[in-house]
């Protein structure tokens, strides 16, 4: 597996994931699938430019209630193994670790169901590290659901540490969560 940066060659298998039922988005699911879609639709290289947003130049973050945040800097990377297989998120605040409220964590990740259990989001969460540490971070903070224990797992693998127990505001679904921090 390889992390890519998203592009037209990669888009034609990720819209099939989308369309297969998954999607990265692990609050608002099918609908989160459905937008991503109709912007594909609209404008594939505009989509494609969204997903790489290092000076947080793009619209404002739609929250799941649908409200509104600022956007912070961030990327997304693929998961690619001949086909797409999930991705991977990160985000910080130029200049410090801290995180505005809206924003639940620097990493986040999903893989497909069908390309899961084979270590693809280990070894992601893995190579994203560097550029947490290339952005001056001192850590990195993930939140996974408290019965996501596959997460857990892989948060565990690359040295997350539990720092608390949380249930995430409403807007987020509710869940009682746990914030891990992988220190850089």
């Known amino acids: 597996m390889d992390l ?41 290289n505009r989509f494609l430019a969204s997903l790489h947003d290092r ?6 973050i739609k929250l ?4 509104t945040a600022a956007r912070i800097p961030g990327y997304n990377l693929w998961m690619w193994d001949g086909e797409f297989c999930g991705d991977i998120g990160f985000r910080w605040v130029p200049g410090t670790s801290a995180l505005p409220l809206h ?41 996974t659901d408290a019965d996501n224990v596959a997460s857990q797992r892989v948060i565990m693998s690359v040295g997350g540490v539990l720092i608390e127990r949380f249930k995430k505001p409403d807007v987020y679904g509710g869940a009682e969560s746990l914030r891990f921090r992988i220190f850089l």
């Not at 890519?4 to 608002?28: E, F, H, K, M, Q």
């Not at 799941?64 to 409200?67: H, I, K, L, R, T």
Request: avoid cysteine; proline fraction near 8%; glycine fraction near 10%.
């Open 4 to 44: 890519v940066t998203p592009s037209v060659n990669y888009l034609p298998s990720y819209i099939a994931a989308l369309r297969a039922g998954w999607s990265g988005d692990n609050i608002r699911g099918a609908a989160a699938a459905a937008e991503e879609l109709e912007k594909i639709d609209a404008d594939p």
């Open 64 to 67: 799941p209630d649908g409200s």
């Open 103 to 143: 924003v639940l964590g620097h990493v986040g990740y999903s893989v497909v169901p069908w390309k899961r259990r084979r270590g693809y989001a280990t070894q992601a969460l893995k190579e994203i590290l560097p550029a947490a540490r290339n952005e001056g971070l001192q850590f990195v903070e993930i939140t």
């Open 55 to 60: 000076e947080a130049r793009g619209d404002p």
